[in-house]
């Protein structure tokens, strides 16, 4: 047990094994790209990588140049495509980490060509094609307009051209999608058109590549399936329609407790702030050290954890730093006791896809959110 009361155990062998299973789906032509932003969807960022790396990752994406450089310090040498804002005064810090980014607007082009110019090197660049999505991202003639000014700076080299899918996994219904995929095969024919040729296309997150070969293109960008979840339901019902949810996917976070305290609690007795519960008979509940700063989230309602391998009911608000739950059917709780919040307890298990929907969000928000003093500990 690490010196904090909560902790996470990430399995490298499940993290390793879902991107080779990736592999298998994509071919060897295909550059296999895993995003690790938001600490590995909460995984822990370096170690996180480095099983990706080993299941046979070729590019690790990343949100911002904090985390290039984390990688980078840990001796991470493998290709690294920043996918979300850099700013023209960090291009000095792009060509240092020698990253490459995505791009779409013309003063971080001239910026990082400055600084490439000057250090002697060249960096890798990736245009954004706006489809619909509007969250970044050019739109037609901007897009051409851009492409011709990299071709003028001799510190840059335009390496490839991207988009992201609005709401592929929201929905068995994929028409939005498919316009999507057809806008930006016409932007890069536009580009080919212009001589803007063998730039490496990727447009497919998770559930595009489990869904649409043809969509996988140069590259494919894998987020939440490198860690053993599916995009969501309606991802996995249309894989079944289509025979491609035969995937051997394994969720490879385990997060787990221990119970501080056990107490006996009269009926009619309440529990936690708001007394927004009240006990119907003598209870015996159990206080864990973990709460909402932790990421567990206050708005789990209707939850359980599992103690001994039986689930145990949370009882009243998720505190802070401490939840309580009922531990009245389930014999010889004691302090000390390991609290499984979120994995597998012998037969039982606990899924981010429960948790989600007790917290009415997405599986992705519950690994994401646990807060990071919360140690990772590596587990094969």
């Given at each position: 047990?690490?010196?904090?009361?909560?902790?996470?155990?990430?399995?490298?062998?499940?993290l390793a094994g879902n991107v080779a299973e990736f592999r298998r789906l994509v071919g060897p032509a295909c550059r296999l790209g895993v995003v690790v932003k938001a600490n590995a969807y909460g995984h822990g960022l370096v170690n996180a990588s480095r099983a990706f790396i080993a299941g046979g990752a070729d590019v690790l994406l990343v949100n911002d140049l904090?985390?290039?450089?984390?990688?980078?310090?840990?001796?991470?040498?493998?290709?690294?495509?920043?996918?979300?804002r850099v700013l023209p005064e960090q291009a000095r810090l792009v060509v240092a980490l020698g990253v490459s980014v995505i791009v779409y607007d013309e003063g971080l082009l001239r910026a990082i060509d400055e600084a490439a110019r000057a250090?002697?090197?060249?960096?890798?660049?990736?245009?954004?094609?706006?489809?619909?999505?509007?969250?970044?991202?050019?739109?037609?003639?901007?897009?051409?307009?851009?492409?011709?000014?990299?071709?003028?700076l001799s510190g840059v080299k335009l390496r490839g051209v991207s988009t992201h899918f609005a709401d592929i996994e929201d929905t068995t219904d994929h028409t939005f999608a498919r316009s999507q995929l057809a806008a930006f095969e016409d932007a890069v024919q536009r580009l080919e058109a212009a001589h803007h040729t063998r730039l490496l296309r990727h447009c497919a997150n998770s559930a595009a590549t489990i869904l649409w070969p043809e969509a996988h293109m140069?590259?494919?960008?894998?987020?939440?399936?490198?860690?053993?979840?599916?995009?969501?339901?309606?991802?996995?019902?249309?894989?079944?329609?289509?025979?491609?949810?035969?995937?051997?996917?394994?969720?490879?976070?385990?997060?787990?407790?221990?119970?501080?305290?056990?107490?006996?609690?009269?009926?009619?007795?309440?529990?936690?702030?708001g007394r927004t519960y009240r006990t119907t008979h003598a209870s015996r509940i159990a206080v864990l050290p973990v709460g909402y700063y932790d990421g567990y989230d206050r708005g789990l309602f209707g939850a359980h954890v599992l103690v001994k391998g039986q689930r145990a009911p949370v009882r009243g608000r998720i505190c802070m730093n401490m939840t309580m739950?009922?531990?009245?059917?389930?014999?010889?709780?004691?302090?000390?006791?390991?609290?499984?919040?979120?994995?597998?307890?012998?037969?039982?298990?606990?899924?981010?896809?429960?948790?989600?929907?007790?917290?009415?969000?997405?599986?992705y928000e519950i690994t994401t959110?646990?807060?990071?003093s919360v140690p990772r500990v590596v587990v094969p």
């Open positions: 047990m690490p010196d904090r009361l909560t902790w996470c155990e990430v399995s490298q062998g499940a904090w985390e290039a450089g984390r990688l980078r310090e840990a001796g991470i040498g493998v290709p690294i495509l920043v996918l979300g250090s002697g090197q060249v960096v890798e660049v990736h245009l954004k094609v706006e489809t619909g999505t509007n969250r970044q991202g050019i739109y037609g003639e901007e897009l051409l307009r851009l492409a011709e000014v990299a071709r003028g140069d590259m494919v960008r894998l987020g939440i399936a490198a860690y053993g979840m599916w995009p969501s339901k309606e991802t996995f019902v249309a894989a079944a329609l289509t025979h491609r949810h035969r995937l051997e996917l394994t969720p490879a976070l385990t997060w787990k407790t221990v119970v501080a305290q056990v107490k006996t609690v009269p009926a009619g007795a309440f529990v936690g702030y739950v009922d531990v009245t059917d389930i014999s010889g709780v004691a302090p000390g006791d390991e609290v499984v919040l979120l994995g597998r307890s012998q037969e039982e298990v606990v899924t981010a896809e429960q948790m989600a929907a007790w917290a009415g969000t997405i599986n959110r646990i807060c990071e």
